[in-house]
């Protein structure tokens, strides 16, 4: 190939977590073979490969939180560890045929739409190519954010977030500061706090925590569900529709979560009979306004000795000392961070330039907003699975990410359909009514008024990630692209290399 000369393909999903393989399989049943899977890292598998933290496990079960065209018989608990859904991912994609798409350690580093040729040209960190549709599945949960603390650069320990787990330290016997009290860190917790000399739990905000009802799937179970596959879609189907019955308390009577509250307060109680500790763990916003956390052993962990919790969150680093809003400070060798990710400001957002010259960044500045979760006006061709207000706050992410496969696939057989150089860019009036709807909808629900600040709102206040309904319906609303809500772009010049040396040969 001549130096100004790159591959060309198809379709560049980025991303190799759920979501990226997900749309892997899809292109492939789709019969599209023509297609690349760009990921940064050494392996696949996404928050499964990067939180190896101990106690790392999904809080969704895991018959529900897997895909529904590759169901696994032999999960080993109702809430598998991460090794086991990591070792799940790569069985997907072996199963399904993946590896020769997957392109590793390849960091996506600008994607540029290119209005001419109507396709992106990328950069990655092996090298540039092109592609007629991207599909960006880098996942709103994949980089971790470690807050500007005054002082933390001059601390003389070890420091590693949740999400970058430093298996080389041993933490046996050490004073360990844990920061945050999120999904992560309700899970982290219980599995140090034997091993550490001390625990400091530095708390901004507690969390809301429901007992966690894991068990081992018996032999019985799982000989049932391989010999009589239906009985795990029945298992699934049950685990969804009790969710999906959950929905419009959340949504729309967040007053009737009421009750929930006082089964989280049972299981405090439980474990914490210092009323002061209670107190000081006990929430004053309404349950589910965060995300609820389910735990039978983050209340009996900082009942421990060894364990203490500080109110008001980290405020300061002075040498080995740590501050705490509240004045309280602690002797400290290695301070985890548990405090999640860049979620409404995601930095792939700053790689994608559009086709005004803008990044993605630029253009969402006020708040990401994307038609169906999946388009954004002038990245014509491009889609986010996970995009804005596809999250959840009770169910499997999973249903999401396969609803917007269906989208994917449906935009590129419109592609087809439409014939030729041929794009489609999100109408800024469709994007701006779809997300007007999500909004209006927001209104009502406990994420907006439930009284808490949570990592769903973005630096405005505006809950631009959570989906506020039912999964079903969002499975409705991404069954098929509507081509009025969608410009048609064409353009006469070829986009790849080859086609367009045959166009000089025949010139
Ligand atoms: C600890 C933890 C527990 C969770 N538990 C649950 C649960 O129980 N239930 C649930 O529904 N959800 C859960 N989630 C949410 C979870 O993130 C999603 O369910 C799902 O795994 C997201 O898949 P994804 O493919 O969209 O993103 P990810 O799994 O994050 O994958 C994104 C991939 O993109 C790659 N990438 C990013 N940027 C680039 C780039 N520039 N170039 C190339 N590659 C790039 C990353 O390396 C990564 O491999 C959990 C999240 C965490 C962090």
């Known amino acids: ?27 492939r049943r789709e019969g599209i073979t023509d297609f690349v899977v760009l990921e940064r890292a050494d392996s696949v598998g996404g928050t499964w490969r990067d939180n190896s933290y101990p106690g790392c496990a999904c809080d969704v079960p895991s018959h529900l939180y897997s895909f529904s065209f590759a169901p696994n018989p032999d999960w080993p ?12 991912l790569e069985h997907v994609t072996d199963v399904f045929g993946l590896r020769p798409h997957i392109r590793l350690n390849s960091e996506v580093t600008r994607m540029a739409w290119n209005g001419e040729r109507l396709c992106w040209d990328i950069e990655t960190s092996a090298g540039n190519l092109s ?3 991207v599909v960006s599945a880098t996942g709103p949960l994949s980089d971790p954010k470690i807050p500007d603390i005054p002082g933390l650069d001059s601390f003389p ?6 999400a970058r787990w430093d298996h080389d330290y041993d933490l046996t016997g050490k004073r360990v500061a844990m920061v945050g009290t999120g999904a992560s860190a309700i899970q982290i917790v219980p599995s140090i706090q034997p091993v550490v000399g001390k625990l400091t739990l530095f708390q901004r905000t507690p969390p809301w925590v429901l007992p966690r009802v894991d068990r081992a799937i018996s032999g019985a179970e799982r000989w049932l569900h391989r010999q009589l596959p239906f009985t795990a879609q029945l298992r699934r189907g049950l685990l969804w529709g009790i969710r999906e019955l959950q929905v419009q308390a959340f949504t729309k009577r967040p007053n009737e979560l009421g009750f929930v509250e006082q089964l989280a307060r049972r299981n405090m109680a439980r474990a914490i009979k210092d009323p002061a500790l209670r107190a000081r763990l006990t929430p004053d916003y309404r349950i589910g306004c965060k995300r609820i956390l389910l735990s039978s052993d983050y209340y009996p962990a900082l009942a421990r000795p060894n364990v203490d919790v500080v109110t008001g969150g980290l405020s300061e680093v002075r040498g080995s000392t740590l501050v ?6 602690a002797e400290i060798d290695a301070i985890i961070f548990g405090t999640g990710f ?8 700053e790689r994608v330039v559009g086709a005004d010259g803008k990044t993605l960044a630029e253009v969402w500045k006020d708040g990401m907003e994307a038609l169906r979760g999946a388009s954004a006006a002038g990245f014509p061709n491009w889609m986010t699975i996970i995009g804005p207000n596809t999250g959840l706050g009770n169910s499997s992410m999973i249903l999401m990410i396969e609803s917007q496969l269906t989208y994917m696939a449906d935009y590129i057989r419109q592609l087809d359909v439409l014939g030729g150089r041929v794009a489609l860019d999100a109408r800024p009036n469709a994007v701006r009514a779809w997300n007007h709807r999500v909004q209006e909808r927001m209104k009502r629900t406990v994420w907006n008024t439930g009284g808490c600040t949570s990592w769903y709102l973005d ?16 499975r409705r609303a991404t069954r098929r692209v509507d081509l009025a809500e969608y410009d048609v772009l ?6 790849d290399a080859a086609e367009r040396q045959d166009a000089e040969v025949s010139a």
Do not use: K
């Open 1 to 27: 190939m001549a130096e100004d000369e790159h591959e060309h393909v198809r379709v560049a999903v980025v991303g190799s977590g759920f979501g990226g393989l997900g749309a892997a399989v899809r292109l």
């Open 77 to 88: 608990r109702t809430f598998s560890g991460q090794q086991h859904i990591r070792a799940y």
């Open 131 to 133: 592609a007629d549709v």
């Open 157 to 162: 320990g070890t420091v590693f977030h949740s």
């Open 324 to 329: 705490a809003a509240d004045g309280t400070t």
């Open 342 to 349: 860049h979620v409404t400001d995601m930095p792939i957002a």
């Open 459 to 474: 630096a405005n206040g505006r809950n631009t990630t959570i989906w506020p309904g039912t999964t079903s319906e969002f």
């Open 490 to 495: 064409r353009a006469p010049a070829r986009c």
